[in-house]
T-cell receptor, first 116, second 111 residues
Framework: NAGVTQTPKFQVLKTGQSMTLQCAQD?????MSWYRQDPGMGLRLIHY???????DQGEVPNGYNVSRSTTEDFPLRLLSAAPSQTSVYFC???????????????FGPGTRLTVT | SQQGEEDPQALSIQEGENATMNCSYK?????LQWYRQNSGRGLVHLIL?????REKHSGRLRVTLDTSKKSSSLLITASRAADTASYFC???????????FGKGTHLIIQP
């Protein structure tokens, strides 16, 4: 299993450009999520999905869109990039959203995005 | 908003010593998890402790949970240079949005 994969690893955008960060998992996990990590801020949840066709907003959703057409893929779209979106983005997945069964989240390697 | 807050923010110890990190949280939880992040990498799950558990061990890791104080600690015994990383606690409140992460403790093991 490849686990959770993310592309690209690095990206530089100009203000106003749009792009899609790709995330895929091959573990048949129902739950997928996107976080951003900023220095001194920890990880903040952007959007999440509890299954194909279902998405919802997290703590910091503004400026981002997601879709979940398949179980495997969960792309994150930046509609009009702003310097405030400079961050490291992590995708994660787990079998279910709640940890009641003791199931951890699996993280991708991250995408480092710079918006100039 | 941040649920867990780790303390200290940074910790530097000598190889072979024990490292202790603490996490405090604000609301009730189903479980609490600890993750490690090596520089430039994604997070890796270390250990999970449920709200009805008080202590859990995994190899050189020992986690405690005190729900009355809303706090947890992670102890790494006999530290090694490879333990140098950031450590995050994450709480699961049972909602569909999953885990809420703290800001992390940056641990440096001096050889």
């Amino acid at each position: 299993n490849a686990g959770v994969t993310q592309t690209p690893k690095f990206q530089v955008l100009k203000t106003g450009q749009s792009m899609t960060l790709q995330c895929a998992q091959d573990m048949n996990h129902e739950y997928m999520s996107w976080y951003r990590q900023d220095p001194g801020m920890g990880l903040r949840l952007i959007h999440y999905s509890v299954g194909a066709g279902i998405t919802d907003q997290g703590e910091v959703p503004n400026g981002y869109n997601v879709s979940r057409s398949t179980t495997e893929d969960f792309p994150l779209r930046l509609l009009s990039a702003a310097p405030s979106q400079t961050s490291v983005y992590f995708c994660a997945s787990s079998y279910e959203p709640r940890g009641l069964a003791g199931l951890e989240q699996y993280f991708g390697p991250g995408t480092r995005l710079t918006v100039t | 908003s941040q649920q867990g807050e780790e303390d200290p923010q940074a910790l530097s110890i000598q190889e072979g010593e024990n490292a202790t990190m603490n996490c405090s949280y604000k609301t009730s939880i189903n479980n609490l998890q600890w993750y490690r992040q090596n520089s430039g990498r994604g997070l890796v799950h270390l250990i999970l402790i449920r709200s009805n558990e008080r202590e859990k061990h995994s190899g050189r890791l020992r986690v405690t949970l005190d729900t009355s104080k809303k706090s947890s600690s992670l102890l790494i015994t006999a530290s090694r240079a490879a333990d140098t990383a950031s450590y995050f606690c994450a709480t699961d409140g049972g909602g569909a949005d999953g885990l809420t992460f703290g800001k992390g403790t940056h641990l440096i093991i001096q050889p």
